[in-house]
Each structure stands twice: as C-alpha cells, then as structure tokens.
C-alpha cells in the first residue's frame, strides 16, 4: 500500500534554532496535510497544500510542496518550547478520500 | 467549530470482553468518520473508513469481525473491539471531516488496555 515517509524520526533542537521535517512519497500526491500531536494529545490541523509548488506560512511555520507533488516540507524558523511535539504529514492520491499519516517526526526543543 | 468528541477517554477491560468506542461529531454532519490505532511513539495507522448508512470500509490486515463499526447517523460511529486480547491495548482515535478535502478533526481517542 502507498507508504508516505517522513525524516527525522527525532528531532532535538535549542530553543532558538530551526527546524526541518521532510515529508515522502514514492506516488504522486493530490494534496497534503500537516498535523501536530502534542504528548498525550490528539492531532491539530495545521495546514493542507494543494498545488505543485505550492509554500504557504503561518508566522514561524513554512510549508512547501515539491513540484512533482510527491513530497513536502515543514520548516520553523526559531524553535520555541511551546512547538515540541510529533509533527505528521497526511497525504491523499488522486481517486481516494483517505489521508495516509507519514511516519512522523518528534521535535524535542531544549531551553 | 468542527469538534469531535470521543468516548471513554480511558478504559480498562478484562480478555475476553468486548469495548464499545464512540465518535460523535458536535456541531457538523459527517457522512465519513475514520478509525485510527495508535501504537507508543508511532505513527496513526488507518483502520477502516466509516460511512453514514453503510458498511465501513477496512484497511487491509484490519479484521472487520474483530473491530466492529457502525455509523448509525451522521453524527455517530461507533467502534466495538470484540473479545479483546492484550494485544489489542493501543490508542483508538477517530476523526471526521467536513466534506470534501477539508482537514481532518480529530477526537480526543480512547486509551485502551486490555488486561
């Protein structure tokens, strides 16, 4: 079945610095989503990209989603303590109505 | 707007047993509700798809007379674990969505443990 991966696994940082997460997929996309668990919590929406190309942010955050639509990334820009948690991409592919969740990348910051 | 409320939060059943999970969408219809398993620190694994007057759809390797899903309503879907065993203690979590493409909102989920 469509496996979508995400890297890093984990992800430590200092307050203060950036941080990456890349999104994967062998087949092509037709949208995808980002999603945010904090410890103990349910995912949040945080986001959805469309189109090829397509960067979208959300003051710290940026998104983007490659031109071939097969993968994505998320970028904060001055980690605070308040974005650690587990950080998924959710992509569906044309013809479906299901989102297949990334493996996920847990962000640690250290103050 | 857009809420999902899940229940139990927690519970604890005996081998054997079965466990009865609700997802409720609040304040908005979804004719398509989605189960997801959860296992420590891993990703959300797709179960089965839940639709409104229909039988769910199950993900391949999900036993569907193990993991039992009515979707009584638009407002409604339930997942009922049957005879659960310890392996199947793990973190349920449903979510719905408004129609279309639109993000997925997703209940608190059901911590299950199975003793």
């Known amino acids: 079945g469509q496996q979508v991966m995400q890297i890093p696994q984990y992800q430590h940082v200092q307050e203060g610095e950036d941080f990456t997460t890349y999104c994967n997929s062998s087949?092509?996309?037709?949208?995808i989503q980002w999603y945010k668990q904090r410890p103990g919590g349910h995912p949040v929406f945080l986001i959805q990209?469309?189109?090829?190309?397509e960067v979208k942010k959300q003051k710290r955050l940026t998104f983007q989603f490659g031109e071939a639509k097969k993968n994505s990334s998320l970028h904060i820009t001055a980690t605070q303590t308040t974005d650690v948690g587990t950080y998924f991409c959710?992509?569906?592919?044309?013809?479906?109505?299901?989102?297949?969740f990334g493996t996920g990348t847990r962000l640690k910051v250290l103050a | 707007g857009a809420v999902v409320s899940q229940h139990p939060s927690r519970v604890i059943c005996k081998s054997g047993t079965s466990v009865k999970i609700e997802c409720r969408s609040l304040?908005?219809?979804?004719?398509?509700m989605f189960w997801y398993r959860q296992f420590p620190k891993q990703s959300l694994m797709l179960m089965a798809t839940?639709?409104?007057?229909?039988?769910?759809?199950?993900e391949q390797g999900v036993e569907k007379d193990k993991f039992l899903i009515n979707h009584a309503s638009l407002t409604l879907s339930t997942l009922t674990v049957t005879s659960a065993h310890p392996e199947d203690s793990s973190f349920y979590i449903c979510?719905?969505?408004?129609?279309?493409?639109?993000?997925?909102?997703f209940g608190n989920g059901t911590r299950l443990t199975v003793t």
């Open positions: 087949t092509t996309l037709s949208n």
């Open positions: 990209l469309v189109k090829s190309g």
């Open positions: 304040d908005f219809q979804a004719t398509t």
């Open positions: 959710a992509a569906t592919t044309s013809g479906t109505y299901k989102y297949i």
């Open positions: 979510s719905a969505r408004t129609g279309g493409d639109s993000p997925l909102h």
């Open positions: 839940s639709n409104e007057g229909s039988k769910a759809t199950y």
